[in-house]
């Protein structure tokens, strides 16, 4: 249960920030209760006003840094603070890669209960800021863009400094243009109907890794959750076939008409196709790559993997938190962990992508 404490009533507490939590949050403790404080970094103390309290942790809004840290910068955007989108953007770039890189390897520790994680080093994204192509906007009125930190009050941004200079352009051209309220999506190339990464450089370097990953020689290659078949085309010479699942209609559409002789793509549930494509291969010679939403893969997914292990499987991953709950669940018997790969899809966010290659036991 949490209280939401009235604001003459809001006490404001001296604190040192002793650790960062995934979704970018900085840790305090107070009276023996854990605060989170946004726009913070580890080191630092700072003046806050709790805002709300629960039974085990309170809320809390940053007043005043008392003592900051050597690696807080000035933020490069106007509405950083008040728009709910990036977390970082007072935290230089390295000290956000270093963050994010240990947050992956606590997480999988912690939830997933891996003894030991091999990690890589995170890749970084070439740009730190102007690299997204595309965003999704919120239109009321006479304002277009984001929702603020916290709350559904609109924030109206004329341009978002982590969008690339054209989706700006764009962006402009719909605050100039009569529309109805709602939500649009915008970008330097039209509107899409389905997924794809917004990261154009660290995209490539994630294609990469997953690809290095891929055994050669496979008798099968399953692409699960599959989208438009951004993985799967870039495998079809490492296997005699490649069999895409995707539950997006459109994906699967826009997958099959750019699709190789030995490339296949089924629209429907995964849970619902992957045991028969399982079972039309040697486990022995079979890579699975997993690429689902946030919320992760569903116990049947799970239970069709340990059913019929493949050889292999690479999981690409946008939630550390639902990507340990699931290889604490593989790796109890039928797998282990390789390699895990943090990738910097988002800088200036608390979001990480992962890879983990996981073998067969």
């Known amino acids: 249960m949490s209280q939401r404490i009235p604001p003459v009533n809001r006490p404001v507490v001296e604190v040192e920030i002793t650790d960062m939590a995934f979704g970018g949050k900085g840790v305090a403790r107070h009276e023996g209760k854990v605060l989170f404080i946004p726009f913070v970094i580890p080191g630092e103390v700072v003046r806050a006003r709790i805002v709300r309290d629960r039974r085990k942790f309170a809320e809390a809004e940053l007043l005043e840094v008392i003592k900051p840290s050597p690696h807080r910068v000035e933020p490069r955007c106007p509405y950083f603070g008040r728009c709910g989108g990036c977390a970082y953007q007072h935290m230089a770039y390295p000290e956000q890669l270093r963050l994010k890189q240990r947050q992956v390897e606590q997480t999988l520790k912690r939830v997933g209960r891996l003894e030991s994680v091999a990690m890589e080093p995170i890749v970084p994204s070439p740009a730190d800021y102007e690299y997204r ?122 997958a099959r008409r750019g699709a190789r002789e030995n490339e296949r793509y089924l629209a429907g549930d995964v849970a619902l196709h992957l045991g028969d494509v399982l079972g039309s291969a040697e486990p022995a010679r079979t890579s699975v790559v997993l690429d689902p939403p946030a919320i992760g893969i569903s116990p049947r997914v799970s239970d069709l993997l340990l059913a019929r292990p493949p050889s292999e499987i690479i999981y690409v991953s946008c939630d550390p938190g639902t990507l340990a709950r699931d290889l604490g669940v593989l790796c109890r018997s039928s797998y282990r962990v390789k390699s895990v790969t943090p ?14 290659h996981l073998e067969a036991v």
């Open 343 to 356: 990738l910097d899809m988002f800088p200036q966010t608390a979001e990480v992508e992962v890879v983990v």
């Open 133 to 254: 192509n595309r965003i999704r906007v919120h239109v009321q009125g006479q304002c277009a863009g984001f929702y603020a930190h916290g709350s559904h009050n609109l924030i109206d941004i004329e341009v978002c400094p982590i969008s690339a200079p054209e989706v700006n352009a764009s962006l402009a051209d719909l605050r100039r243009t009569p529309v109805p309220d709602g939500d649009y999506t915008v970008s330097g190339r039209g509107r899409g109907e389905f997924f794809e990464q917004t990261n154009n450089a660290v995209a490539a370097e994630l294609s990469r890794i997953v690809r290095e990953c891929v055994k050669p020689n496979q008798q099968l290659i399953v692409d699960a959750f599959s989208g438009a078949g951004f993985f799967a085309r870039q495998l079809t010479d490492k296997a005699e076939r490649v069999v895409g699942i995707e539950e997006n209609i459109y994906a699967v559409e826009y």
